[in-house]
């Protein structure tokens, strides 16, 4: 007997209530089942294939399958050499160069005026019905003080090590993870008009800036976000814009009477507004570098280790190339000696004594560097394994701009409210 029979035989025993519900019990099962497929058919395809990242400012769906596509914006002048692109591994990748001072170039801006600004704002404009997944706007330089030490200040090694999932993510970012300039020491006060300031010298026209650009009166006291606007931007996000808007940016540099290096970096602090309309964009640094590059550190204690480190390293390079300038100085000053050989011979003993003791001290100091070095390096190697799994990415990376524990940069540089009295809260409630 088969187990089928067997089973329709047990059924058929069974007392006829019991039979009516069990047929029930069916009935419905097969019904939940239908009216689930159905609903699964009726999802589009899109949500489906889509990672759910959940951090705790909310949930993110990411498209899964084939990587995004990619414009790489090259701003550049008819003598710079670009030509390191070819060197890019990034998957749909296409490179755009726009041209500052040749009109006949395939993709060029009206004026050379406003430096990379500029340019931005024609290809936002140029392109705007025609955007790939993300656009990536850079400067024509390869190797450059813009680009993080920890990324070997390196267009190549940045770009290839991108996370464009992250890029997707956060919709707008600066490829620039550091603080430095733009986030605590470069930050701009638009408030200040009349003051000069050596680092920031367009922070006295921000506040002007702002206005003619935006069309609004309450200009954000603190603009921050790092330095040097070379940034990454979604399809999604460019065309949060209006198109015409970039025509009002590109025709404000066009007819501002700043100069030329000022009106373009005003523009340095107002990305982050015009995409995020956020005046402070500065994501914890450790965290960034773990999400965007994945050199993960494992923490804000090692990572400001590994700081220390290469600020020793800083140190000691300096120390080491006075030395050797005061020696390069030392052999200059021995020929006008040579002409009085009598003072010579008196100094000749202490002159032979001061050699031996500098010898000495470059030794240490050749020795010391080369063990910072290695360690710097072991620790970014290390970084760089930890990084290649997804949970220490995740782990690291919660909480990007800031929690409790690690304070973001506007809890650090914006006053905060505070506890209010018994009697204001009483006050309140009545």
Known sequence: MTPLRSLGGQVSSLPRASRMVLACASAILVLIFTYNRSRIRGVPNAIIQQHVVKESGGTYRIPKGRPPSVNLVVAATSREDYSWVKHLR???????PYVADNISAPHHAQKNKGHEAMIYHQYFYDFYDNLPDISILVHSHQQSWHVDQLLEQDMIFSLNHLDLREVQRRQFLNMRVTWGLGCSSGTINTTRVNEESGNSPEQKEMQEAFRANFNIYEVPEILATPCCSQIAVTRERIRSVPREQYKRHINWLLNTNLPDDISGRTWEHMWQHLFLQKAIDCPIEHKA?????????????QYDEWIELMQGRQKLEKELKKLD????????TEKEKNQQEEV????????KE??????????????ELASIKEAIRVRREVAVVRGAVR???ITEGEGLYGDDIEPGLEKIILPQPGPQSPEVLVTEAK
């Open 325 to 332: 300038d005061e020696k390069e100085k030392t052999r200059i």
């Open 391 to 393: 949970i220490n990415r």
């Open 289 to 301: 570098y773990c999400l965007l590059y994945h050199i993960c550190f494992g923490g804000r204690e």
């Open 344 to 351: 010579e011979k008196k100094d000749e003993q202490g002159h």
């Open 90 to 96: 990034v998957p749909e990748l296409v490179v755009i």
């Open 354 to 367: 001061q050699e031996k003791a500098k010898a000495k001290t470059r030794k240490w100091l050749v020795s």
